[in-house]
């Protein structure tokens, strides 16, 4: 499984967009980035998921390099509720996918009033 | 829909006690799976099922048995619980399809402590 490597934490304005960068060098090209979230002491959520293109949902955008190195997850106008640890995870997308994640320590984002 | 629910959301037990945490889904999602988090740590892969009837082990599987006789239910059974397994617990499913796994849904969490 690909790693990744993320910063232990950052801090962002409310209302700012907050933008957390993920590194994963050695990913395959069958490997999709996933973000997740964890807001304390609930189970991990969804937030976005993508292969080589960027993608936009209601709650994320998705930048991924053109060597797929890296990417980075965009919160347009970061709330105090969006204060969460995230996780960039890559996982294969292919039939017989045990469906593990590997939840790495994530990054712990604090939105500030 | 309910999307993943799990029971109990507190549990305390003595070493040597056994039970089982209880999880279900009813988006007929035919993979599930148990992980558990520990102070600190990211999740770690206990069991997974990719369907009725079938499961197989994930990266942390001592201590625990899993079985899948319903789409909805994935029960996660404590043999003979350790201090070590004091932790919490979720569940997760997800749609699959014949090209993988979409997004996993994660339940709320057992937290559980052994004594």
């Known amino acids: 499984d690909a790693k990744t490597t993320q910063p232990p934490s950052m801090d962002c304005a409310e209302g700012r967009a907050a933008n957390l960068p993920c590194n994963h060098s050695?990913?395959?090209?069958?490997?999709?980035v996933y973000w997740y979230r964890q807001i304390h002491s609930q189970g991990p959520q969804y937030i976005i998921h993508?292969?080589?293109n960027n993608e936009t949902n209601e709650m994320a955008s998705l930048i991924i390099t053109e060597d797929r190195k890296s990417s980075t997850l965009i919160l347009p106008h970061a709330t105090l509720r969006d204060t969460a640890v995230y996780y960039c995870?890559?996982?294969?997308?292919?039939?017989?996918?045990?469906?593990?994640?590997?939840f790495g320590q994530g990054t712990t984002l604090q939105v500030k009033p | 829909n309910a999307g993943v629910t799990q029971t109990p959301k507190f549990q305390v037990l003595k070493t040597g006690q056994s039970m089982t945490l209880q999880c279900a889904q009813d988006?007929?999602?035919?993979?599930m799976s148990w992980y558990r988090q520990d102070p600190g740590m990211g999740l770690r892969l206990i069991h997974y099922?990719?369907?009725?009837?079938?499961?197989d082990q994930g990266e942390v599987p001592n201590g625990y048995n899993v079985s899948r006789s319903t789409t909805e239910d994935f029960p996660l059974r404590l043999l003979s619980a350790a201090p070590s397994q004091t932790s919490v617990y979720f569940c997760a499913s997800s749609y699959s399809s014949r090209v993988g796994l979409y997004e996993q849904y994660f339940g709320p969490g057992t937290r559980l402590t052994v004594t």
């Open positions: 050695t990913i395959s090209g069958n490997e999709y």
């Open positions: 988006m007929n999602h035919e993979y």
């Open positions: 995870i890559v996982s294969f997308h292919g039939s017989g996918n045990t469906g593990k994640l590997i």
């Open positions: 993508g292969l080589k």
């Open positions: 099922s990719v369907g009725a009837g079938i499961t």
